[in-house]
């Protein structure tokens, strides 16, 4: 079955190969040696990865809001499918398909400094006066390249929602509506409980796509300043291909395989993906 | 809906697309305007000078790009179709003790992130002379596309009554038979949702061609224009524009003429709790 193969080869065999590496020290040209847990040890007491860890889990925290909010107000308005709707909807789902150094270069060049059109736009309305850098400084990079990813990604966690919405039975509404419930009533005992798993589920894919980022912050911030927005896996992929620390950087690998594994593990045990 | 909901709804639409309109704007105007603050909304004159700059530098390197991504994406899909319409029967229709296997390898791969295994996979591209070569990153990218592939087609095929497997059985067909003559023909719109899926995510992928290839010949689009904009000392945005112009049409082109489908794909998972 060419399906086994190629996941043998190219996942089990990787998967089992980085829990070894992560026990090794590599040396150039000269193979690997066990050092047992020296590279955990080593972990601990690095900076710079708490550092790429504790950025990773800032930007999640900022983005996933910046997300869902207008997904599940947008999902809320376009639930009925009309012609109208319709074409709202594919607006708002463009920036899925386009790419994540497309929307980067897209977003840089409108938060440029001295071209962008952000300032422009902004100094017009009165909003402010001269010309901000909207990339240079910690929190305010964080939260811009948040906003890009926003108008990004938000696009898929609507059209989930959507689809939970369109999947709850009219029926309930109806016969709340007999009972003489409310509007409010009825999104708070009917929408948010049938709700509820399809947002679980989408939190988690959105989540974990979080702990993932590389490109957007490669390409916006290059991990600046001060490698304040560098993530866990521009980290290891400075560690392997630039300084080729290939046993530290296998067990940084670990490190998020273990907690995205643990939030994909919450994700099967909420519902999804079951064999059947 | 309400006037003052689309009215709403209309001002937000058209903020989401004034990303795409500033970056098309920005890659047809002269290179003295792209620069010039305040900037013109509406430029003065429309000129091709920067898809002329960027199709022209060094010899074209922009267009090879360009054909590396649809070869790469298209021996992809084409892979990714052939094991997982294999794997997806095999699983749904014929009882065997390997299914279990199989579908814990399927749920391992979208658990783990490939993201967290570039370094084991450098080393063995290294053992096996795949570093810097389109199949390497073919291999690769279908090992971690497909398993969604797998499971979705699987459930289609569940959804396909057995009645019609069995009869074509009693007539003599064989397994393969049955998969080719039936079962695809049945499946074509979960067949639309692979090929959109394994196209944008190949189309898009950026780290695994970053880490795995370092030649123009291999590269894909996404590198490329990242090559075009950090290789210089400043940053080029009239070129960038056009570059991320014109690679952003194409996946955006796919996902029109097959977004039926993609949202079908994307959604039957959250229907079915």
């Given at each position: ?193 049938m709700l509820r798993p399809v947002v679980v589920l989408s939190l988690i894919i959105s989540i974990a796509g979080s702990f993932k980022a590389f490109d957007h912050f490669f390409i916006m911030t290059r991990g600046g300043p001060m ?50 | ?273």
């Amino acid at each position: 079955m060419p399906a086994i193969i190629l996941m043998a080869v190219f996942f089990v065999y990787p998967l089992i190969r980085v829990f070894v590496m992560s026990f090794q020290y590599w040396r150039v040209l000269k193979g690997a040696e066990f050092i047992g847990l020296d590279n955990y040890a080593k972990l601990l007491r690095d900076s710079e990865f708490w550092k790429s860890l504790w950025n990773t889990i800032i930007y999640t925290a900022i983005v996933t809001p910046m997300i869902f909010v207008p997904a599940i107000a947008l999902a809320n308005c376009l639930k009925t499918t009309t012609r109208r709707t319709r074409i709202l909807r594919t607006i708002f789902f463009i920036p899925v398909a386009i790419s994540f150094v497309s929307a980067s270069y897209l977003w840089k060049w409108i938060y440029n400094d001295t071209a962008g059109l952000l300032n422009y736009l902004l100094n017009l309305a009165g909003f402010i006066r001269g010309q901000q850098s909207w990339l240079s400084e910690t929190w305010m990079a964080r939260t811009m390249v948040s906003v890009m990813i926003a108008w990004k990604t938000q696009g898929m966690t609507m059209i989930i929602l959507i689809a939970g919405l369109q999947s709850i039975p009219q029926a309930l509404y109806e016969a709340a509506e007999m009972d003489g419930a409310s509007k409010r009533q009825r999104f708070r005992f009917i929408t948010l409980p049938m709700l509820r798993p399809v947002v679980v589920l989408s939190l988690i894919i959105s989540i974990a796509g979080s702990f993932k980022a590389f490109d957007h912050f490669f390409i916006m911030t290059r991990g600046g300043p001060m490698k304040t927005t560098q993530t866990i896996v521009m980290y290891i992929n400075k560690l392997a291909f630039e300084y080729f620390d290939i046993g530290f950087g296998s067990a940084v690998s670990v490190v998020l395989l273990v907690i995205l594994f643990i939030v994909s593990a919450l994700q099967m045990k909420l519902g999804g993906y079951k064999n059947d | 809906m309400t006037k003052l909901t689309f009215a709403l709804l209309i001002i937000i639409a058209v903020i989401f697309l004034l990303p795409f309109y500033w970056n098309i704007v920005s890659s047809l105007k002269p290179s003295a305007e792209i620069l010039r603050y305040p900037p013109t909304i509406f430029p003065s004159q429309l000129t091709t000078i920067q898809y002329d700059r960027l199709l022209g530098s060094s010899n074209g390197v922009f267009l090879l790009y360009i054909r590396n991504t649809l070869i790469l994406a298209g021996s992809t899909i084409l892979l990714v179709l052939f094991a997982s319409l294999l794997a997806a029967y095999a699983m749904s229709k014929l009882p065997f003790r390997g299914i279990k296997i199989i579908f814990l390898l399927i749920l391992s791969i979208i658990m783990v992130p490939f993201q967290s295994l570039l370094i084991p996979l450098f080393d063995l591209f290294n053992k096996l002379n795949l570093i810097d070569t389109i199949p390497g990153l073919v291999l690769v990218y279908a090992t971690f596309f497909m398993p969604f592939c797998i499971y979705m087609l699987k459930s289609y095929f569940g959804s396909l009554s057995d009645s019609l497997r069995e009869s074509a059985l009693i007539d003599g067909a064989s397994e393969l038979k049955i998969l080719t003559k039936i079962y695809i023909p049945l499946s074509l719109p979960a067949i639309a949702t692979v090929i959109v899926y394994v196209f944008l995510e190949t189309w898009n992928d950026f780290i695994l061609s970053l880490v795995f290839t370092s030649s123009n010949t291999v590269k894909n689009v996404q590198v490329g224009i990242t090559d075009f904009a950090m290789q210089r000392f400043t940053m080029d945005w009239g070129v960038i524009n056009a570059g991320t112009a014109l690679s952003s049409i194409f996946p955006i082109i796919v996902f029109l003429l097959l977004q039926k489908y993609y949202v079908q794909g994307l959604t039957s998972g959250a229907n079915k709790e």
